[in-house]
């Protein structure tokens, strides 16, 4: 009963291909993000839904495209993949934006 | 520019002992402050939410304070065990109910036996 489970756990493949991450959560949570943490460590949100709804959208490439189908879900489309994109990516939600974030356990990207 | 700030980097300790790890932060406005735990290879866990209203809370053998005049926060750490090794992120709210969160860049913390 994990309550937010993202997958592939490990993705690896080459440049220019397009890769997609799929994120679900049980939690019941109304909002759900995106993050993406490269090799420092540092955590940076890529993209936030509330309900369906896009509520934050950082200065992402739009090779990146997020797509929510219903609140439980939301997954992370991939274009064109470049050697840049390699990091661990972070699914995570929360009830409401103030209150605690629940990570899924990453997808580690590699680019090749 | 908001920035949060950890220190140390890194620290190793002695199993059973205290440490305690610093969080300065130059977000404004504040909303909140939140310390995360992040075991390799997992995502981070939540140990512990502050308003400005607050000055200290406890999650265990975790205490985080928080003075939101001088924009610091440390996490202290009593009794270390095995299982505490892991990074510790520091995230601070730069405005309510938008979900921005600015982030540290961790310590990372060692126990060893």
């Known amino acids: 009963d994990t309550a937010v489970s993202q997958t592939p756990k490990y993705l690896v493949t080459q440049m220019g291909n397009d890769k997609s991450i799929k994120c679900e959560q049980n939690?019941?949570?109304?909002?759900m993000y995106w993050y993406k943490q490269d090799s420092k460590k540092f955590l940076k949100i890529m993209f936030s839904y509330n309900n369906k709804e896009l509520i934050i959208n950082e200065t992402v490439p739009n090779r990146f495209s997020p797509k929510s189908p219903d609140k439980a879900h939301l997954n992370l489309h991939i274009n064109s993949l470049e050697l840049g994109d390699s990091a661990v990516y972070f699914c995570?939600?929360?009830?409401?934006?103030?209150?605690?974030?629940?990570f899924g356990n990453g997808t580690r990207l590699t680019v090749t | 520019k908001n920035q949060v700030e950890q220190s140390p980097q890194s620290l190793i300790i002695l199993e059973g002992k205290n440490c305690t790890l610093q969080?300065?932060?130059?977000?404004?406005?504040?909303?909140?402050l939140r310390w995360y735990k992040q075991d390799t290879g997992r995502g981070p866990v939540s140990l512990t939410i502050m308003t400005f209203s607050e000055n200290t809370k406890s999650n265990g053998r975790y205490t985080a304070t928080l003075d939101a005049d001088t924009k610091q926060s440390s996490l202290h750490i009593t009794a270390s065990q095995l299982s505490d090794s892991a990074s510790y992120i520091c995230v601070v709210s730069a405005r309510r109910n938008t979900g921005k969160l600015i982030f540290g860049q961790g310590t990372t913390l060692q126990v060893k036996p």
């Open positions: 939690l019941g949570h109304d909002t």
């Open positions: 969080c300065n932060y130059t977000v404004s406005p504040f909303s909140n």
């Open positions: 995570a939600s929360s009830q409401v934006a103030d209150s605690p974030l629940h």
